[in-house]
């Protein structure tokens, strides 16, 4: 079972995370990995980068016939302007 909260993340909303890349050219951040993986057998690793995103995605992976299984961890995540360009 995933014990997730939203004290996992520096930011509750996508609006929080894109005040934050007005503000700053850099910034770290705390935010969730979620690994799928699907009855086909293929794994995919995605970043949700807050607590708002990470509860819809995984609504959504609970509600997915084709979800065999996932985890998620906390992971220390980073913004950086010049590598978007």
Do not use: A
Request: a negative charge; glycine letters at 2%.
């Amino acid at each position: 079972m995933n014990t997730i909260t939203n004290k996992d993340f520096t930011f509750q909303t996508f609006r929080e995370y894109c005040q934050e890349m007005v503000k700053f050219n850099e910034f770290d951040f705390n935010c969730v990995r979620i690994k799928t993986t699907y009855k086909d057998g293929s794994i995919i690793s995605v970043p949700s980068k807050t607590f708002e995103d990470y509860k819809k995605y995984i609504d959504r992976l609970e509600e997915n016939s084709n979800v065999k299984s996932y985890e998620v961890y906390p992971v220390k995540h980073w913004f950086e302007r010049e590598f978007y360009l």
